[in-house]
């Protein structure tokens, strides 16, 4: 008797879309991303196969449905397995859904928006399987405080998955983030919730598309960074280095590169404080681009302690561990979460 169920992760984004076919055990097994929930629950997870297409939004919704299909077709067939096989599909979809009608409402990929995806790809797949679909950084958040850098953290603290409260953040192209409380994830009324890149750091700062000043995701995100540097050094605007070779340039001492990441820092201490005050959360994890320059932790946890309102609660901030796995492993386990371990 197999102790094991097979598990998809769709993670859909504006240019890629990615196919994730992990085997979920019930049990620890030494090699693989172990995760416990609570003392008598532990999994593993086992990714096998991964696969990749271009979203190619501009050619519709109902083509990128149709090669979606075809692209999850492929991986089963590829591993000998069939639709039948798979015990459920999580999907992260790169915008706010609406958690009662798992349909996204607003987002930067406007295909999806209005669109029964849940169903047109049950349909497509002549599937029958459970299917939920989130926000893409919620994926993320979900991924990392179940299997990820939260793990590492319960492992050293002996805290269980629902007793905490963690908020995974991504600095990448924008900023997300999700939010989890008592193993659950914070959804809001109609999916708006955790919509942390879009709080203002910076009062009468930058524009941001979403009609605020002064986003947390106008300074903060890869594009935000470029942008706040090249305001603050005019002479470089006409031809800006990149993100990568600032922070290169600051680990080989440039002054102004180093003043640059160091106001980085700060800002991201700002809004990891006021993230702290409110939620007093057990750990954050950091995501996206940024996340992987070893500057930016340089330091943090002490500044913002500095800034934290509880002097005896004293935040910790990880790195994510699963790297570009975490959107389709947190995907893949929207399902168990809601019917496994919440139920
Ligand atoms: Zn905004």
Same mark, same amino acid.
């Given at each position: 008797?197999?102790?094991?169920?097979?598990?998809?992760?769709?993670?859909?984004?504006?240019?890629?879309?990615?196919?994730?076919?992990?085997?979920?055990?019930?049990?620890?097994?030494?090699?693989?991303?172990?995760?416990?929930?609570?003392?008598?629950?532990?999994?593993?997870?086992?990714?096998?196969?991964?696969?990749?297409?271009?979203?190619?939004?501009?050619?519709?919704?109902?083509?990128?449905?149709?090669?979606?299909?075809g692209?999850?077709?492929s991986?089963?067939s590829?591993?000998?397995?069939?639709?039948?096989?798979?015990?459920?599909?999580?999907?992260?979809?790169?915008?706010?859904?609406?958690?009662?009608?798992?349909?996204?409402?607003?987002?930067?990929?406007?295909?999806?928006?209005?669109?029964?995806?849940?169903?047109?790809?049950?349909?497509?797949?002549?599937?029958?399987?459970?299917?939920?679909?989130?926000?893409?950084?919620?994926?993320?958040?979900?991924?990392?405080?179940?299997? +990820?850098?939260?793990?590492?953290?319960?492992?050293?603290?002996?805290?269980?998955?629902?007793?905490?409260?963690?908020?995974?953040?991504?600095?990448?192209?924008?900023?997300?983030?999700?939010?989890l409380?008592?193993?659950?994830?914070?959804?809001?009324?109609?999916?708006?919730?955790a919509?942390?890149?879009?709080?203002?750091?910076?009062?009468?700062?930058?524009?941001?598309?979403?009609g605020?000043?002064?986003?947390?995701?106008?300074?903060?995100?890869?594009?935000?960074?470029?942008?706040?540097?090249?305001s603050?050094?005019p002479?470089?605007?006409?031809?800006?280095?990149?993100?990568?070779?600032?922070?290169?340039?600051?680990?080989?001492?440039?002054?102004?590169?180093?003043?640059?990441?160091?106001?980085?820092?700060?800002?991201?201490?700002?809004?990891?404080?006021?993230?702290?005050?409110?939620?007093?959360?057990?750990?954050?994890?950091?995501?996206?681009?940024?996340?992987n320059?070893?500057?930016?932790?340089?330091?943090?946890?002490?500044?913002?302690?500095?800034?934290?309102?509880?002097?005896?609660?004293?935040?910790?901030?990880?790195?994510?561990?699963?790297?570009?796995?975490?959107? +389709?492993?947190?995907?893949?386990?929207?399902?168990?979460?809601?019917?496994?371990?919440?139920?």
């Amino acid at each position: 008797m197999s102790n094991f169920k097979f598990i998809l992760g769709l993670d859909i984004g504006g240019t890629k879309v990615e196919v994730s076919l992990i085997k979920l055990y019930e049990e620890k097994k030494e090699e693989l991303i172990q995760f416990t929930t609570d003392k008598s629950h532990s999994y593993s997870l086992e990714i096998i196969d991964t696969r990749r297409i271009p979203t190619e939004r501009d050619n519709g919704y109902e083509d990128v449905v149709k090669r979606i299909a075809g692209l999850v077709n492929s991986v089963l067939s590829s591993n000998e397995i069939t639709v039948s096989d798979i015990s459920s599909l999580g999907i992260g979809l790169p915008g706010s859904v609406d958690p009662s009608t798992q349909q996204m409402l607003k987002g930067n990929t406007n295909i999806f928006v209005g669109n029964d995806l849940k169903q047109d790809l049950l349909k497509a797949l002549d599937a029958h399987f459970d299917v939920e679909i989130e926000n893409d950084a919620n994926c993320f958040a979900l991924a990392e405080s179940l299997s +990820g850098s939260g793990q590492k953290h319960r492992d050293s603290t002996g805290v269980e998955f629902q007793e905490e409260t963690s908020v995974g953040i991504i600095l990448g192209t924008g900023v997300g983030g999700g939010i989890l409380i008592s193993g659950r994830l914070l959804k809001g009324k109609k999916g708006g919730g955790a919509e942390i890149g879009h709080t203002q750091l910076i009062s009468k700062g930058f524009d941001c598309y979403c009609g605020r000043k002064g986003c947390v995701e106008q300074y903060l995100s890869g594009p935000g960074f470029k942008q706040f540097f090249t305001s603050k050094s005019p002479t470089m605007a006409e031809d800006p280095p990149s993100t990568k070779d600032i922070f290169k340039m600051a680990e080989e001492n440039n002054p102004a590169a180093i003043k640059m990441i160091n106001e980085y820092q700060d800002l991201l201490v700002q809004f990891l404080a006021n993230l702290n005050n409110i939620l007093d959360p057990d750990y954050f994890v950091l995501g996206g681009g940024l996340s992987n320059q070893d500057l930016i932790y340089k330091g943090l946890e002490e500044k913002l302690y500095k800034q934290t309102f509880l002097k005896e609660s004293r935040p910790k901030v990880y790195q994510n561990t699963l790297g570009d796995s975490a959107g +389709g492993v947190g995907a893949a386990l929207l399902p168990f979460i809601e019917k496994v371990i919440l139920k």
